[in-house]
């Protein structure tokens, strides 16, 4: 069965502490990875797409990372307006987009 | 360029009626996903549609649920005879090719009274 795990479900970080949000797949049939934001009240906002393990996306203080079981959202010194619930997708060769739970991020200035 | 456009924002329906919800896709996409959020859970992928032809509904519930997107107009997510457990933000999001990242709405909040 098809399977999207992302950990921690939650974080909290002090402002400037660097850390990372794992994104872990069991899926056949991977066409591409995908990284969003949401915030409370909104639709999620696209960050980043990986397509082949190996890739690197980078973003500000986001880098994204794809190994052929996981992703790696990297925060670097983060800001508290960095404070969002991040999730990760995975797209199946049948174009569907199935989603983790997220992790939600808080940023303690 | 307008993003991904839901309306209404928010909908309230009485148990029994019927609920309408739409989205219009960016300009130039022709695909289209819709997704029930529960809170505290993760997006739950209900069906993907292309102009005028369902895709994969494997997630959408077999009774009360239907969806279309016509050749013109935007795409529909109709809800007949609404439960309680039917209360949940349903988000739209479009794709230029199916192969392509998909960008959200922002959601519709369906509340069950």
């Known amino acids: 069965e098809d399977q999207v795990t992302q950990s921690p479900e939650a974080l909290r970080l002090q402002e400037g502490e660097s850390s990372s949000l794992n994104c872990s797949y069991t899926v056949s049939g991977l066409r591409g990875l995908f990284w969003y934001r949401q915030d409370p009240g909104k639709g999620p906002e696209f960050l980043f797409t990986l397509y082949s393990a190996g890739e690197e996306k980078e973003k500000e203080r986001l880098k994204a990372t794809l190994t052929k079981k996981e992703s790696f959202l990297h925060i670097t010194a983060p800001k508290p307006e960095d404070s969002a619930t991040y999730l990760c997708a995975v797209q199946l060769t049948g174009n569907q987009f199935y989603f983790g739970t997220g992790t939600s991020l808080t940023v303690i200035p | ?113």
Request: charge should be positive.
């Open chain 2, 1 to 113: 360029n307008a993003g991904v456009m839901q309306n209404p924002r928010h909908l309230v329906r009485r148990r029994g009626q019927e609920a309408r919800l739409r989205c219009s896709p960016m300009k130039g996409h022709s695909h289209v996903y819709w997704y029930r959020q529960l809170p505290e859970e993760g997006l739950k992928f209900m069906v993907y549609l292309q102009k005028e032809n369902i895709i994969d509904e494997s997630g959408m519930p077999k009774e009360r649920f239907s969806a279309e997107f016509p050749k013109e107009g935007p795409s529909i997510l109709r809800i007949q005879q609404v439960v309680r457990g039917d209360s949940a933000a349903y988000f739209c999001a479009s794709s230029r090719t199916g192969i392509t990242e998909a960008f959200f709405g922002q959601g519709t909040r369906l509340t069950v009274v």
